[in-house]
């Protein structure tokens, strides 16, 4: 079981110090690619990767704001753990906000609070996903490829989605020691190189029925709110047609270069990410 840190102010001095004791060994994990093991060990141990988890639960009841601060700070020693762990951080956070809006989150906020680390693979997935899920007896077959996957070699559960017959995505939860699951070391990059974000490999992998969240449309985000509106949705004189063409924005995940520098900066200096 991991210790538990209510305060704050007390978990962010321990992402400085546990960065600190990271810091000596950053330049050569650069050099080598290797992601930090001991890293999560001591995030375990230290409560820190079940700070997000309601208090009710067992876990920190940490805020997004803090758990912001946290990681901002682990950044400023370890950034490729800091990504890797803020990977792990955005999915309890998901199963917060399911949990806030009436969705029973209980098991995996127990796995965390164990001690289980979340590998996310939402970089690769998006709204369409990939790979093939075919409807076996008691739960399905899987079978993909999901890169990059930062932290999937210091993770235990990995958190994906996998295209499904008839137009739809399967959402899941696998465990990483699973049979059919395997890491290819493929991350070989400018940056981040101790991020351990490689290629997780499903290779006929079996998903029970209990460990799947979700069923939706592929790619149904704004463009089912236009199918409902009729042609309306396709008038320049309705919100929903500009909507449509915004949300296509969401494939192009980084900033440009001068809004990132704007962002970054005002974070910095204590402000909000933008102007309000």
Sequence with gaps: MTSTITSATDRVALARTIGE?????????DRTGEISVAAFDLLRSSGLSAALVPAEFGGGGATHTEMGAVLREL??????????FAMHSHLVAAQVWRHKHGIDASGVFAKVVG???????????????NGMAVPVDGGYRVSARK?????CEAGDVLVTSVRLEGNQVLHCAIPMSAIG????????????????????VLDEVFVPEAAVSLIRPAGGTVRLAVET???????????????????LGCQFHPLPRAKQTRF?????LGHTPIDC
């Design 21 to 29: 004791t990271l810091r000596t060994e950053v330049a050569e994990r």
């Design 75 to 84: 950044g400023a020693h370890d950034p490729s753990t800091a990504v890797a």
């Design 115 to 129: 001690g289980a680390i979340l590998v996310s693979t939402g970089a690769s997935d998006w709204v369409d996903s």
């Design 147 to 151: 890169a990059p996957a930062s932290g």
């Design 181 to 200: 699951v395997r890491i290819e070391k493929t991350w070989d990059t400018l940056g981040l190189r101790a991020s351990g974000s490689h290629t997780v």
């Design 229 to 247: 509106t009729g042609g309306a949705g396709y008038s320049r004189t309705c919100d929903l047609e500009r909507l449509y063409r915004d949300v």
């Design 264 to 268: 970054s900066g005002r974070v910095l």
